[in-house]
């Protein structure tokens, strides 16, 4: 019904910067949320950012607040993760993901219904 494909990662130096990219396909107008989401070897899923698609208003985790971005272009059916001040702690996999429904818990993994594969991060020291 909706596919997402994230693509960006890769190896970047604490300090550095990076850009993720999540393009959205399908039945889109079935999704009202997009949020990114990531996990680090051993530790649990992690809500990072989240966007609806008709409205400009963002929501981020305090561990990223400040030093990510997430934007969108509705036009293209892209959603972006501009990632500033890495640290070593941003290492994981990295997720998008859309919901099905309406929802004001946009934090909560189990309110997205449609995931893409996933695209690792990797911060240096």
């Known amino acids: 019904q909706v596919q997402l494909v994230e693509s960006g990662g890769g190896l970047v130096q604490a300090g550095g910067s990076l850009r993720l990219s999540c393009a959205a396909s399908g039945r889109t107008s079935s999704t009202y949320v997009i949020g990114w989401f990531r996990q680090a070897p051993g530790k649990e899923r992690e809500f990072v950012a989240a966007?609806?698609?008709?409205?400009?208003?963002?929501y981020y985790s305090n561990s990223v607040k400040g030093r990510f971005t997430v934007s969108r272009d509705g036009a293209k059916k892209m959603v972006y993760l501009q990632m500033n001040r890495l640290k070593s702690d941003d290492t994981a996999v990295y997720y998008c993901?859309?919901?099905?429904?309406?929802?004001?818990?946009?934090?909560?993994?189990?309110?997205?219904?449609?995931w893409g594969q996933g695209t690792q991060v990797t911060v240096s020291s």
């Open positions: 993901a859309g919901t099905a429904y309406s929802t004001d818990n946009y934090s909560y993994s189990d309110c997205y219904s449609y």
């Open positions: 966007i609806p698609w008709s409205s400009s208003y963002t």
